[in-house]
């Protein structure tokens, strides 16, 4: 596997579900990100790991939950979604998260909640 | 602060002629920009990138940029469509706020390619 891999591609989850996204870098990279892309919107960042720690939590609902267990890891949990949070959550990774370097995007995860 | 406003929503193209989206960028220093590229159902894929070295910015697949100071401008450009081409097109600038660089992204264009 090369670059950013996300999984499931596609989930459909009712709103009591409790469900978790999965993305992995095979860059070396030190920084990992959460992005939310909803139709007619802008990307919006949801959360910023640098090796392990959370360093921004974009004002983001607690029914998502991040976990970044190492530097090539990174979970979303998801619990008690509503309608709205329907989305393609992107992943995304960076060689670190101070110097202007180039994000490297997985293919995402489409999300419908029913 | 910094912004980017992509001037076009959609942009249509017959194959073969030049294809140009337009991005204007707000900035309050020297800004590193970049054009991502996304395909149905895929995600971002980086085209091409500028942080203060040369103003023409060569990318994959025949793309290319220039940034403009003068004119707060970072258009992308390419000679001739293809039909893979069609795409949405993101002018995206840094920012750093809140110890770290985050990617500021524009509102999209959607770029249609007919035969």
New interface residues.
């Given amino acids: 596997e090369t670059g ?1 891999t ?1 999984t499931p591609r596609h989930l459909v989850m009712g709103m009591t579900n409790k469900k978790s996204l999965k993305c992995e870098q095979h860059l070396g990279h030190n ?1 990992m990100y959460w992005y939310k892309q909803s139709a007619k919107k ?2 919006e ?1 949801m959360f ?1 790991y ?1 090796l392990e720690e959370r ?2 939590n974009n004002s983001v609902p607690s029914r998502f939950s991040p976990e970044c267990p190492n530097s090539s890891h990174l979970f979303l949990h998801l619990h008690t979604l509503q309608p709205e949070d329907s989305a393609l959550y ?1 992943c ?1 990774s ?1 060689q670190d ?12 995860t ?1 999300l419908t909640v029913t | 602060a910094q912004s980017v406003t992509q001037l076009d929503s959609h942009v249509s193209v017959s194959e073969g002629t030049p294809v140009l989206l337009r991005c204007n960028y707000s900035s309050s220093y020297s800004p590193s920009l970049f054009w991502y590229v996304q395909h149905p159902n895929k995600g971002l894929q980086l085209l091409l990138k500028y942080t203060s070295a040369a103003t023409l910015v060569k990318g994959i697949n025949g793309f290319e940029a220039e940034f403009k100071k003068s004119e707060t401008s970072f258009h992308l450009t390419k000679p001739s469509a293809h039909m893979s081409d069609a795409a949405e097109y993101f002018c995206v600038v840094t920012a750093f706020s809140g110890g770290y660089n985050k990617l500021i992204f524009g509102a999209g264009t959607r770029l249609a390619v007919h035969p």
């Fill in positions: 950013v996300q920084a802008p990307l960042l910023v640098s360093v921004e992107l995304a960076s998260r101070t110097t202007v370097y180039e994000q490297y995007f997985g293919p995402g489409r």
